[in-house]
């Protein structure tokens, strides 16, 4: 493909008026062609924030003028995840999907098969694989300076002691809710990542909060081919916030404490560009490497946080649909932390540890 490639975004809720869209506008090479919402205050929204862009009910608009788009974006519900992309793909066109890209890895396989038949991109938004924080410690484990890791625990936890509502908090199946779906594609991801396939998964999933249906409060142990054990927290009802890394090697650990400030930014409508820096952290919210001390108390030396980059995740969508290298993240990578899930699902619901 060469010139701008033209975008249509499927949804325009939080996933797709935060993340997606302002990413979008601002890769050299996308334009956002067309928002797919039913809504009207989004659409109203979509036509404010980005003059021009066309505005359609239903997906199903997209197919009919296929030929006058370069690429799928779908930031739905995840219930709608597979039928829309399956739909998508067998129109001839590209696709991107939110996390998590299905409820199953066997339905993830499909898509990626689908896509494969017909030599179309498939690829899943894990945005979170370009946080400031997890770029740094990669760039840590890479260069050798925590020796051989032993364990990394990594923390997605939240204050919301009440419950906000909608599907994300929906304990019926068919609506992908829960936070071991939402929260924990993010830290299975990154723990993939960074330590290779998994072999082996503990998980213990709870429901804390009055009127919850979905687990709110959820623990995932993961035993790596390699050996690494993963300790991954996600949780709705953490009272007191533990740290975003804590990861133990035979030469020192990495502690690392508070969020990315890239989601942070985008609620706020602030955009990327070049003619300012991005995901850029204060020195105060720096990370500390050492061993034998507490970083609680200032021990260790501080390890500057490199700058998140979400706008990496489009700019290799659109390299990949002009110069046909592999998209950023693979639906098959995504396959295998659906495989991890699902374990995790079975262990809490069983008492039993799983092996895959």
């Keep these: 493909m060469t010139g701008t490639l033209r975008v249509g975004l499927v949804g325009y809720g939080l996933a797709g008026s935060v993340f997606h869209a302002p990413l979008i506008a601002a890769t050299e090479g996308l334009v956002l062609d067309t928002v797919v919402t039913a809504n009207p205050e989004r659409r109203e929204q979509a036509r404010t924030a980005f003059p021009g862009v066309r505005v359609a009910a239903s997906a199903?608009?997209?197919?009919?003028?296929?030929?006058?788009?370069?690429?799928?974006?779908?930031?739905?519900?995840?219930?709608?995840?597979?039928?829309?992309?399956?739909?998508?793909?067998?129109?001839?066109?590209?696709?991107?999907?939110?996390?998590?890209?299905?409820?199953?890895?066997?339905?993830?396989?499909?898509?990626?098969?689908?896509?494969?038949?017909?030599?179309?991109?498939?690829?899943?938004?894990q945005n979170r694989r370009w946080d400031n924080d997890f770029l740094t410690l990669r760039s840590l484990v890479e260069r050798g300076e925590l020796g051989e890791v032993q364990r990394f625990e990594s923390r997605f936890e939240r204050w919301r002691p009440q419950l906000k509502g909608g599907w994300r908090e929906s304990g019926a199946p068919e609506e992908i809710g829960g936070l071991l779906y939402d929260l924990g594609s993010h830290v299975v991801d990154q723990a993939l990542v960074l330590f290779g396939p998994a072999v082996r998964v503990y998980a213990e999933a709870d429901v804390r909060r009055a009127g919850a249906e979905a687990d709110d409060d959820t623990f995932i142990a993961l035993t790596h081919a390699g050996g690494v054990r993963s300790h991954l927290y996600v949780s709705a009802t953490a009272a007191q916030l533990g740290p975003r890394f804590r990861v133990l090697g035979s030469r020192a650990g990495y502690v690392k404490y508070g969020l990315d400030p890239q989601e942070a930014a985008l609620r706020e409508g602030l955009r990327p560009s070049a003619d300012a820096p991005w995901g850029v952290e204060p020195e105060a919210a720096w990370g500390r490497l050492g061993a034998g001390e507490s970083p609680v108390t200032g021990g260790g030396v501080p390890v500057e946080t490199l700058p998140g980059d979400y706008p990496a995740y489009y700019a290799g969508v659109a390299r990949a649909l002009r110069e046909g290298t592999p998209p950023p993240v693979t639906a098959h990578e995504a396959a295998a932390a659906l495989d991890v899930l699902e374990a995790a699902r079975r262990s809490a619901r069983e008492g039993v540890a799983v092996t895959l």
């Design 60 to 125: 199903d608009e997209l197919w009919t003028r296929a030929g006058e788009l370069d690429l799928i974006v779908i930031a739905s519900p995840n219930k709608t995840h597979v039928p829309v992309a399956t739909a998508a793909l067998k129109a001839g066109l590209p696709v991107v999907v939110d996390k998590p890209v299905a409820g199953t890895a066997a339905e993830a396989r499909g898509l990626a098969a689908l896509a494969e038949e017909r030599g179309l991109l498939l690829s899943v938004f």
